[in-house]
């Protein structure tokens, strides 16, 4: 079905992906259905939208908080960067 795509595919594979110092892959996360993300300036929050529901992504860690609702509700939604997917 998606034939044509496998040349590119192929070719994004092969590509070698080095990340900018001072940056260290700290999780891979996984997001079906994926509509935007935002980082939030003033902590180390990532904010997952999608069309199960949103999440947040502590960036430092890698990890989901407990209290995600309650962080959810204190981003200042006015500093959000938001990148459409």
């Not at 940056?23 to 935002?38: H, P, R």
């Not at 939208?49 to 860690?61: A, I, K, M, P």
Request: aromatic share 6%.
């Amino acid at each position: 079905m998606y034939e044509h795509l496998e040349p590119l595919t192929k070719k994004l594979l092969s590509l070698k992906i080095e990340k900018p110092p001072p940056w260290e892959l700290q999780t891979v996360i996984s997001v079906d259905g994926l509509c935007s993300v935002g980082f939030d300036r003033d902590t180390e929050n990532l904010l997952i939208l999608s069309h199960q529901g949103r999440g947040v992504v502590d960036c430092f860690t890698g990890e989901k908080p407990r209290e995600t609702m309650k962080i959810i509700m204190r981003i200042n939604i006015w500093k959000l960067k938001v990148l459409a997917v």
